[in-house]
């Protein structure tokens, strides 16, 4: 990238698990960071939305950081820029504000690198800083992602159209997921285990077939996280009951929560976000939509 040119990145957000698919399953949502990357004299980090308002301005900030050390990786230093950050991401609700950084990161670096890194190398790249390949999946590929992330190889099959509504009930409660894994079990019995994967391998079978009453099924069923995150996210039960009542086929938190994600069939979404946003007068209730594409970038001359 010259003196001038702007680098432009959007990556969209996501949620992951969509109940039982733990740290494996996940969806890119229509919700959006965007970079704007022009060189400068040193590495400054702009602002300019509510989102990302105290976001660290220099070279601690998470993307530099990630895009710092990929590029060493490769045997390069990245040239400054200026970065300006819009991002309408909910931070900390469970929607995947860190995984789009980290993505953005990866993009930044292999474009002002000049790294050529591959979809696949991107996503081997992502899984390792994120430590599963869910939310950076869905934020890399854009659709469904269902992915294992081994010592060795990380494995992603995509999906890029799943027809769903999608509404969202965001506290205004910030929730880190450090904390709310605090509350799982350390544990599984085997016997645990294999109910634990038959579920999560239902739900997969469910929503490639579009059985969308079983996928709701198989959402309630999980007995890996939302029993136990359930107390750390009281809207949960409450959000579940209004939005099955109204239309919706299926509820799940979203990630590691406090954000509930709720699942309707195309054309009756707007139907459950209206009584959502009728019972909870206090929560950010969105209405959203499965978002394609994932990460794309753009170069463009200034002015343009």
Known sequence: MNGGEMLKIVVPGSTANLG????????????HLTLEVVRAEAWEFVPR?????????????LIYQVASELASQYGVILPPCRVFVSSYIPFT????????????????ANELGRLG???????????????????????????????????????LVH????????????????????????VLPDALT??????????????????LTHNWMLVGKMMDADV?????????????????????????FGVALSGAGPTVLCFAEQG??????????????????????VETTGSRVYRMALGK
């Open 190 to 207: 085997r016997e645990q285990a294999v109910e634990a994967s038959a579920i999560s391998n239902v739900l997969v079978a469910a929503l």
């Open 20 to 31: 039982p698919g733990f740290d494996s399953i996940g969806l890119a949502v229509s919700l």
């Open 49 to 61: 939305t509510a989102e990302v308002k105290s976001i660290p301005t220099g070279e601690n900030n």
């Open 224 to 248: 890996f996280h939302q029993p136990y995150r359930e107390r750390l996210v009281p809207e949960l039960q409450h959000v579940r009951t209004v939005a099955k009542r109204n239309g919706a």
């Open 93 to 108: 609700r469970g929607l995947g504000s860190s995984a789009a950084a980290i993505v953005a990161a990866i993009e930044l």
């Open 159 to 182: 999906i890029p159209h799943i027809p769903v509504d999608l509404i969202a009930v965001v506290p205004t409660y910030e929730l880190e997921t450090k904390k709310s894994r605090t």
């Open 268 to 289: 009756r979404g707007k139907e459950v976000y209206a009584s959502l946003q009728v019972a909870f007068p206090h929560c950010d209730v969105r209405m959203l939509s």
């Open 117 to 155: 890194l591959s979809k696949e190398e991107k996503m081997r790249v992502a899984s390792i800083y994120e430590g599963h390949p869910d939310n950076v999946g869905a934020s890399l590929y854009g659709g469904l992602v269902i992915g294992s992330h081994l010592k060795e190889h990380t494995h």
